[in-house]
């Protein structure tokens, strides 16, 4: 993840493909929760923390 900061830094947009949802929050601007191949949800990542099913499913909440 730190290359991924790194890359940040010099304004590059980076599409990120990450299970580890606490580690791809802490890094993106954005967030999109797909399931079976589909958006189902969009948001930054604090936005999707405060999602009950959000954090039900994919932040052990």
């Given at each position: 993840f730190?290359?991924?900061a790194e890359?940040?830094?010099?304004?590059?947009?980076v599409l990120l493909v990450e299970q580890n949802v606490h580690l791809a929050f802490g890094?993106?601007?954005?967030?999109y929760v797909m399931e079976t191949g589909r958006v189902r949800l969009t948001g930054t990542p604090?936005?999707?923390?405060?999602d009950e099913e959000v954090a039900r499913s994919y932040l052990g909440g």
């Open positions: 730190a290359t991924i890359i940040r830094r010099h304004g590059v947009t890094i993106a601007d954005r967030a604090a936005d999707l923390a405060r």
